[in-house]
């Protein structure tokens, strides 16, 4: 069995570390910056708020920001361009680290411009490189491989004689990213072909024993991954032949001893696992390397429980668990500062993590570890602590999940960003060509689709992995969470399609506007979906939304009114989200849609003693005639809102003292011909 790519990914990238272990950052001495501070003026002043920014990013980030404003203002006041690249560039660096990568690219692309026109070529070759990292963390390995050849071509363009822009570290670092992009889409041998060729360069320009390790051990991982495992097992014995000259140097040795553990384990052969388990344990536990030890505590428990040593098992997952514990009241996967220098994934030298990545592997293991006692204690027959492990498994799995979406929304944004860029870009550099430039206008139109059918797929394939997790899950406790997910993909997709068309005819106001409006109900959606109650301002705001985008959809076919009593506050009354979605979108759907001319919808709210009176009306043809329409379009057909809101609501009063209660109500006129339907929904408050 072999690694799962994502999982590749987390691993891959490394732990918080100091900056003068990152070997793409230049390493100034903070005490000294700020001692000089005070006495400098003008370009000098300007150059070392600039590496105190640059110093401080990673452990300060709020202390970096500070000094990275201070040094672009002072630059902007001075007309000291260098000055305000390198500021631009260390806001890249700022937001970067917070996870926030279209920002870091735009702050790039600043920095980059203006070295350009200084025609700066090393920086040049180093922004690139800037790019290709920040791509990376984003998962989009195509941007990260186009950038980091056009940084090694800037690093070889000869500037006479035997000279070239970039040294030999220059290329090294560079070839190192290219192989962890093509390592990241499962190009593995591409990626084993690149790093000997940083082993070789090596060999001509010595480098610390602590790097030398780490790229011997990347050969030996990726001969790995392509199943060439005599290959890999050489490679893996000669980074343990290193001499342990320093702590760096150790660290390599013990996550090569974890990853021959694990060749071991996936290949059956427990006793050889557990021995190199129990050595890259013993040095984890040793340094208070915390997730490392909970790591191997994992793997051996684990092991032991495949051997069906239950007892021993137990004893190393209980160890587990308590070092997880620690990592989470100490908010650090360190027993204590002291050691955060040292090297333990050995590529945070090289594409350090921001912290949102890193509380997702955090995260990961949390909840495999939950599942592992969980399976031990179901074999042990001990059903009240399976029950536990079991529910706190399903606990960190949905953070986990939380997590996720979040960076997948980040990942969609920076693609969609970058592509809007680029076309700003290519714009500008053929502006005075007008056939090109509506090439390039074609262009951009088919890049912006294609970003919002990346959203859209991205988004369904969020709701259906959160659909299934939940279904593994205790019905009772899941059923709420599970009805929130509910959204009709019929109803997106006809929003986009509306919202492409006015696009299409040239009415990007119109077309803006509605699109904002359909960001802002599915960020709502998607928000709503982990609480349990919402402000009803909030709920109004999300179905004024939804009767927008409706609207849109269908045209003409409908008016609405929203009335709230003046006497109830919209910010602190709190009601659970999206209960009148679903009768809305029957009311439009069965209702307002086989009615003769225009219909309407009247959504009310007004409070009655301790109960808010949550009302949606439609003029439609009613709930019996909408039967029959139904039955002789489609018999098949089943609408399941009101039966989803029904058992929704019944699942959160089995939780609660004071009762949710819907009452629907077919009108009729005086003669007594349907004249609609009134839902009307009785919420405590």
Same mark, same amino acid.
């Given at each position: 069995?072999?690694?799962?790519?994502?999982?590749?990914?987390?691993?891959?990238?490394?732990?918080?570390?100091?900056?003068?272990?990152?070997?793409?950052?230049?390493?100034?001495?903070?005490?000294?910056?700020?001692?000089? *501070?005070?006495?400098?003026?003008?370009?000098?002043?300007?150059?070392?708020?600039?590496?105190?920014?640059?110093?401080?990013?990673?452990?300060? +980030?709020?202390?970096?920001?500070?000094?990275?404003?201070?040094?672009?203002?002072?630059?902007?006041?001075?007309?000291?361009?260098?000055?305000?690249?390198?500021?631009?560039?260390?806001?890249?660096?700022?937001?970067?680290?917070?996870?926030?990568?279209?920002?870091? !690219?735009?702050?790039?692309?600043?920095?980059?411009?203006?070295?350009?026109?200084?025609?700066?070529?090393?920086?040049?070759?180093?922004?690139?490189?800037?790019?290709?990292?920040?791509?990376?963390?984003?998962?989009?390995?195509?941007?990260?491989?186009?950038?980091?050849?056009?940084?090694?071509?800037?690093?070889?363009?000869?500037?006479?004689?035997?000279?070239?822009?970039?040294?030999?570290?220059?290329?090294?670092?560079?070839?190192?990213?290219?192989?962890?992009?093509?390592?990241?889409?499962?190009?593995?041998?591409?990626?084993? @072909?690149?790093?000997?060729?940083?082993?070789?360069?090596?060999? &001509?320009?010595?480098?610390?024993?602590?790097?030398?390790?780490?790229? #011997?051990?990347?050969?030996?991982?990726?001969?790995?991954?392509?199943?060439?495992?005599?290959?890999?097992?050489?490679?893996?014995?000669?980074?343990?032949?290193?001499?342990?000259?320093?702590?760096?140097?150790?660290?390599?040795?013990?996550?090569?001893?974890?990853?021959?553990? /694990?060749?071991?384990?996936?290949?059956?052969?427990?006793?050889?696992?557990?021995?190199?388990?129990?050595?890259?344990?013993?040095?984890?536990?040793?340094?208070?390397?915390?997730?490392?030890?909970?790591?191997?505590?994992?793997?051996?428990?684990?092991?032991?429980?495949?051997?069906?040593?239950?007892?021993?098992?137990?004893?190393? !997952?209980?160890?587990?668990?308590?070092?997880?514990?620690?990592?989470?009241?100490?908010?650090?996967?360190?027993?204590?500062?002291?050691?955060?220098?040292?090297? #333990?994934?050995?590529?945070?030298?090289?594409?350090?993590?921001?912290?949102? &990545?890193?509380?997702?592997?955090?995260?990961?293991?949390?909840? +495999?570890?939950?599942?592992?006692?969980?399976? *031990?204690?179901?074999?042990?027959?001990?059903?009240?602590?399976?029950?536990?492990?079991?529910?706190?498994?399903?606990?960190?799995?949905?953070?986990?999940?939380?997590?996720?979406?979040?960076?997948?929304?980040?990942?969609?944004?920076?693609?969609?960003?970058?592509?809007?860029?680029?076309?700003?870009?290519?714009?500008?550099?053929?502006?005075?060509?007008?056939?090109?430039?509506?090439?390039? &206008?074609?262009?951009?139109?088919?890049?912006?689709?294609?970003?919002?059918?990346?959203?859209?797929?991205?988004?369904?394939?969020?709701? *259906?992995?959160?659909?299934?997790?939940?279904?593994?899950?205790?019905?009772?406790?899941?059923? /709420?969470?599970?009805?929130?997910?509910?959204?009709?993909?019929?109803?997106?997709?006809?929003? *986009?399609?509306?919202?492409?068309?006015?696009?299409?005819?040239?009415?990007?106001?119109?077309?803006?506007?509605?699109?904002?409006?359909?960001?802002?109900?599915?960020? @709502?959606?998607?928000?709503?979906?982990?609480?349990?109650?919402?402000?009803?301002?909030?709920?109004?705001?999300?179905?004024?939304?939804?009767?927008?985008?409706?609207?849109?959809?269908?045209?003409?076919?409908?008016?609405?009114?929203?009335?709230?009593?003046?006497?109830?506050?919209?910010?602190?009354?709190?009601?659970?989200?999206?209960?009148?979605?679903?009768?809305?979108?029957?009311?439009?759907?069965?209702?307002?849609?086989?009615?003769?001319?225009?219909?309407?919808?009247?959504?009310?709210?007004?409070?009655?003693?301790?109960?808010?009176?949550?009302?949606?009306?439609?003029?439609?043809?009613?709930?019996?005639?909408?039967?029959?329409?139904?039955?002789?379009?489609?018999?098949?057909?089943?609408?399941?809102?009101?039966?989803?809101?029904?058992?929704?609501?019944?699942?959160?009063?089995?939780?609660?003292?004071?009762?949710?209660?819907?009452?629907?109500?077919?009108?009729?006129?005086?003669?007594?011909?349907?004249?609609?339907? !009134?839902?009307?929904?009785?919420?405590?408050?």
């Amino acid at each position: 069995m072999k690694i799962a790519p994502t999982f590749l990914f987390a691993v891959l990238l490394a732990t918080p570390c100091f900056p003068q272990r990152y070997l793409t950052l230049p390493y100034y001495n903070v005490d000294s910056l700020r001692q000089m *501070l005070p006495y400098q003026r003008g370009e000098e002043q300007v150059n070392t708020l600039n590496r105190l920014a640059v110093m401080l990013f990673y452990n300060d +980030t709020a202390g970096s920001r500070a000094y990275e404003e201070e040094a672009i203002d002072l630059a902007q006041e001075l007309d000291y361009e260098r000055g305000i690249a390198d500021a631009y560039r260390n806001r890249g660096y700022i937001y970067q680290h917070q996870g926030n990568f279209p920002k870091a !690219l735009d702050n790039f692309l600043e920095s980059f411009s203006i070295y350009e026109m200084l025609d700066d070529k090393h920086t040049i070759g180093w922004i690139y490189y800037d790019l290709a990292r920040a791509h990376y963390l984003a998962a989009n390995c195509q941007k990260t491989i186009e950038y980091g050849y056009k940084a090694l071509a800037v690093f070889r363009e000869r500037i006479g004689g035997n000279l070239t822009v970039g040294n030999a570290r220059d290329t090294i670092m560079t070839y190192c990213g290219l192989a962890l992009a093509y390592r990241l889409t499962g190009n593995s041998g591409k990626a084993v @072909s690149m790093f000997r060729m940083v082993l070789d360069l090596m060999r &001509q320009n010595p480098f610390d024993h602590a790097v030398d390790a780490i790229i #011997t051990w990347s050969i030996g991982y990726d001969y790995w991954s392509i199943d060439e495992m005599d290959s890999a097992r050489t490679y893996m014995y000669r980074t343990l032949a290193f001499p342990d000259e320093n702590l760096n140097v150790q660290g390599i040795k013990a996550r090569t001893e974890l990853t021959l553990g /694990q060749m071991y384990r996936y290949e059956g052969r427990w006793d050889s696992a557990l021995f190199y388990y129990q050595k890259a344990f013993s040095w984890y536990k040793d340094h208070g390397m915390l997730y490392w030890a909970c790591e191997m505590a994992m793997e051996i428990g684990w092991v032991h429980f495949k051997k069906n040593e239950i007892a021993r098992s137990e004893i190393y !997952l209980k160890q587990a668990e308590g070092f997880f514990n620690e990592i989470m009241l100490k908010n650090s996967s360190y027993a204590h500062d002291s050691v955060k220098h040292i090297v #333990t994934f050995g590529l945070e030298l090289f594409y350090p993590m921001s912290p949102s &990545q890193w509380k997702m592997l955090i995260w990961g293991d949390g909840s +495999t570890m939950y599942y592992m006692l969980y399976r *031990l204690y179901e074999a042990k027959k001990r059903s009240d602590e399976a029950l536990k492990y079991y529910i706190a498994h399903t606990d960190a799995l949905d953070t986990l999940n939380r997590l996720e979406q979040s960076m997948a929304m980040i990942e969609l944004q920076t693609r969609y960003e970058t592509e809007q860029k680029e076309k700003q870009i290519t714009s500008l550099e053929r502006e005075n060509e007008f056939k090109t430039y509506r090439l390039n &206008q074609t262009r951009i139109m088919l890049f912006s689709l294609a970003g919002l059918v990346i959203l859209t797929v991205g988004l369904a394939v969020v709701i *259906l992995y959160m659909f299934r997790l939940r279904e593994r899950q205790n019905r009772l406790i899941l059923q /709420q969470k599970l009805l929130r997910s509910q959204m009709n993909p019929h109803f997106i997709f006809n929003s *986009l399609v509306s919202i492409q068309n006015f696009i299409f005819n040239q009415k990007p106001a119109i077309a803006g506007k509605y699109l904002s409006r359909f960001s802002k109900l599915v960020r @709502s959606i998607l928000d709503s979906s982990f609480r349990e109650f919402v402000p009803l301002e909030e709920e109004i705001d999300t179905v004024e939304n939804y009767l927008e985008l409706q609207k849109v959809r269908y045209g003409d076919l409908f008016d609405y009114t929203i009335n709230i009593d003046p006497g109830i506050d919209t910010e602190s009354m709190m009601i659970p989200p999206m209960l009148a979605q679903p009768m809305i979108e029957n009311a439009i759907e069965h209702g307002i849609k086989h009615k003769e001319g225009k219909g309407r919808i009247d959504i009310r709210c007004r409070r009655c003693n301790d109960l808010a009176i949550f009302e949606v009306e439609d003029d439609g043809v009613g709930r019996k005639r909408a039967q029959e329409i139904l039955m002789q379009q489609d018999k098949d057909h089943k609408s399941l809102a009101t039966a989803i809101t029904r058992e929704r609501i019944a699942a959160m009063n089995r939780r609660a003292k004071q009762k949710i209660t819907l009452e629907i109500v077919d009108l009729a006129d005086d003669e007594g011909n349907a004249r609609g339907t !009134l839902v009307r929904f009785g919420i405590p408050v």
